[in-house]
């Protein structure tokens, strides 16, 4: 990072960090995950950034489609309510609100951004394929939504150029699939054969992984592309795990 210009500042929610490093901040972009108390970042840090209000103009907030909690196989989009179904969907609401709630205070604006399943080079389905840890397992009608890293860079550098107070934007790509037919894809991508097909059932899971699957939906990104004019590099899985194939990522 210091080879690109940016100089890391370790940040560990207990109050220690060094407010002098937002003096003049114009941008801040929210990436840490709320804990059973709430947004880590506002705990510690709501007053140093609130002084920082006359040069402020962009806070965005990294959260997850889970607020929308399960659909079963339904689409849903920004005007819908939030229903969150698991604890970490709960919580990703509450920061949500929370963050809102404090732009609304600073008169700063504030989007957050409702990502689905991230992948990208060095996380993808290709690469737990060759390391043998890619699994197809199956619950039928179960889909979920994904988006390339990429496209979120995407995302985020329209909203700062048209920032938009209150805003909230489904970031995900046009197609919604079965995630057993993402590894068959992938697998195929790189000459080898797919995993065989697991019931959900039967499958072997951790709780983390098991609560993946409590959840279908298939998510809108029309905001992103009417509000935001947002043009998907990779709009599907396919176009998205065949670059990273020839990047031999």
Request: hydrophobic share 40%; charged share 25%.
């Amino acid at each position: 990072m210091r080879s690109k210009g940016v100089e890391p500042h370790l940040f560990a929610g207990d109050g220690k960090f060094d407010p002098g490093v937002l003096d003049g901040v114009t941008h801040m972009l929210l990436s840490i995950p709320p804990d059973e108390e709430g947004d880590l970042v506002l705990r510690a840090m709501k007053e140093d950034i609130a002084s920082q209000r006359e040069t402020l103009e962009w806070i965005g907030y990294l959260s997850t489609t889970g607020v929308y909690g399960d659909r079963a196989g339904a689409f849903v989009d920004e005007t819908m309510e939030m229903a969150p179904t698991s604890e970490r969907g709960r919580r990703r609401q509450a920061a949500e609100e929370a963050w809102f709630e404090f732009g609304r205070a600073i008169g700063v604006p504030v989007q957050t951004f409702r990502l689905a399943g991230i992948y990208g080079p060095g996380r993808n389905q290709i690469v737990s394929l060759r390391a043998g840890k890619a699994r197809r397992i199956v619950k039928p009608g179960h889909v979920f939504s994904r988006i390339h890293v990429e496209d979120i860079a995407t995302v985020l550098e329209a909203s700062i150029a048209k920032p938009n107070p209150g805003a909230a934007y489904n970031v995900c790509d046009d197609e919604a699939a079965p995630p057993q037919d993402v590894v068959a894809f992938a697998a195929n991508l790189i000459g080898l054969k797919p995993p065989p097909e697991v019931p959900f059932e039967d499958a072997d899971l951790t709780p983390m992984a098991r609560s993946f699957y409590a959840e279908s939906k298939r998510v809108s990104n029309k905001r992103i592309k009417t509000e935001l004019g947002v043009d998907l590099r990779f709009p599907t899985y396919r176009e998205g795990l065949r670059a990273l194939s020839e990047a031999g990522d």
